[in-house]
């Protein structure tokens, strides 16, 4: 029987956090370098890997939960929610849900102790069109070999456990599906496997301190037993893993709307302080409005994410439903870049400036409406499930549907 903890006893220890994290927060903005000094704080607090079950020396804590420790940790440093959101959501969930038992017990101490695992999906060719993914597993005697690039891979470079999406050939070359490689390589010691290689980092506009890499794998030899498994086999492994992935899209919404959330805290704090025409800014009927209508936007935000962070997928799925998790995400996220521009002309030339953390939470911001499925994709997912057909994007997948829904003109 699990242990439970109530989302207040996980809020309240996630606002002790976030009143460490706001004073530091512009530290790793300015100097582009991770927050290992918050990490140790989070891994001590117990939120990293809370969702890990007891079992594996977790807190077995629920998706809910962990979305109440997401919001506050976002409203004061939105790099360290990621690392909680990754550290709970997406790969390990993936790990957790269909790994054998040695790598539950090889995944889960790393987790404990700090680090925040990769999810390594996208590459130079392969953004929103993840199926067309070029990387590939070999089978070869006693294991799989990986080739090809992966781009954009947050932690690339700091995180020691990678979950790597491939496309599984057998020893003849035939395309047996998509499958889950885990790989193992810690760069600050220098021990990182042969075929494994940091090929560079981007430089973005915000989250300044979190590196986004790609990565190379070129003969990389990967054991058996560092096959992820997907539950349906490789025909369906895509879908699986994705299935595991929804629950990190519920995560990405909850930073957004936490970022939202802290900036409307701002904003109300600042009507109160600035005063023009002899009175304080709050006593302006205009930006009174613009205050509710931010208050709405996260208000209906945090309501989705809720929903879908209880929710699950059809089937008896662990994981989030698919639908819930696109419609959250895509509201939470364009919601979140709003709320953020307003509050940012509430502070008039301040907000514009690094006096206020205003400017920062924008540059953080504008990043989810892109990452882990852009909201154009999710929205298609969800108008795909309000019509009842399912909308593939290629041409000639589009022509076939059309031809067998619509008929020819
Ligand atoms: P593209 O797919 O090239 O899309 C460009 C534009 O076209 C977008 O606006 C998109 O919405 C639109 N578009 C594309 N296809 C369609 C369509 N069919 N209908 C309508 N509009 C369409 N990936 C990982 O695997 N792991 C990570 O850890 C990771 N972290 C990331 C962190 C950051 C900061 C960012 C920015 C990205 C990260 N990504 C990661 C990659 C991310 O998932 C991709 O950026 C995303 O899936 C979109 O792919 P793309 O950037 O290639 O855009
Ligand atoms: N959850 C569960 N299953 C999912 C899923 C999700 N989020 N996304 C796709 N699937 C399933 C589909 O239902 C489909 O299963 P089916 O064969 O039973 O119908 C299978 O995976 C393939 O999906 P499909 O929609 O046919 O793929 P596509 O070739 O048209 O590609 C996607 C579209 C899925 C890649 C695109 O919608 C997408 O999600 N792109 C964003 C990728 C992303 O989030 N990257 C984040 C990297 S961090």
């Known amino acids: 029987m699990e242990r439970r903890e109530t989302a207040e006893f996980y809020r309240d220890i996630a606002r002790d956090l976030a009143a460490k994290f706001a004073p530091r927060a512009d530290r790793w903005d300015k100097s582009r370098s991770y927050c290992w000094e918050n990490v140790a704080d989070m891994a001590a607090g117990g939120v990293m890997g809370m969702t890990i079950p007891t079992k594996y020396g977790g807190k077995g804590a629920s998706y809910f939960e962990t979305v109440v420790v997401v919001e506050e ?17 997406g790969g390990i969930s993936a790990v957790m849900a269909y790994g054998s038992e040695a790598q539950r017990e090889l995944a889960a101490p790393l987790v404990l102790a700090g680090d925040k695992p990769a999810i390594c999906i996208t590459e130079p060719g392969a953004g929103s069109a993840a199926t067309e993914m070029t990387t590939t597993a070999r089978q070869v005697n006693g294991g799989y070999v990986l080739n090809g690039r992966k781009h954009w891979i947050t932690g690339g470079g700091v995180s020691k456990l990678h979950l790597v999406f491939a496309r599984v050939l057998d020893g003849a070359g035939e395309d047996l599906g998509i499958g889950g ?18 090929a560079g980092r981007e430089h973005t506009l915000g989250l300044c301190g979190m590196p986004e890499a790609e990565l190379v794998f070129q003969d990389l030899f990967v054991e058996n037993d560092m096959v992820l498994t997907p539950p349906s086999g490789f025909r369906r492994g895509f879908a699986d893993l994705m ?27 600042y009507l109160k302080e600035r005063r023009q025409f002899g009175r304080p800014l709050a006593e302006f009927q205009g930006l009174q409005w ?40 895509a509201f939470a996220s364009e919601t979140a870049v709003k709320v953020v521009d307003n509050a940012l002309q509430i502070f008039g030339a301040r907000g514009y400036s690094d006096r206020e953390p205003l400017e920062r939470m924008y540059r953080d911001v504008r990043m989810f409406t892109i990452g882990g499925g852009t909201a154009q994709i999710l929205k298609t997912q969800i108008a795909g499930s309000l019509l009842g057909i399912k909308t593939p994007q290629t041409r000639t997948g589009y022509a076939e549907l059309a031809q067998r829904n619509w008929g020819s003109e």
Do not use: W
């Open 73 to 89: 940790i976002a409203k004061a440093c939105t790099l360290s929610a990621r690392i909680v959101v990754e550290a709970n959501m």
């Open 290 to 329: 613009m205050l509710a209508d931010m208050d709405a936007g996260v208000h209906a935000s945090r309501l989705m994410l809720h929903e879908a962070a209880k929710s699950r997928g059809p089937d008896g799925s662990l994981f989030p439903d698919i639908t819930m998790a696109a419609r959250a995400k």
């Open 181 to 198: 490689f885990l790989v193992l390589s810690d760069h600050s010691t220098g021990s990182v496997p042969a075929g494994f290689r940091v």
């Open 243 to 269: 299935n595991a992935y929804n629950s990190q899209r519920v995560g990405a919404g909850t930073i957004a709307m936490g970022v939202a959330a802290g900036a409307l805290d701002h904003a109300a704090r």
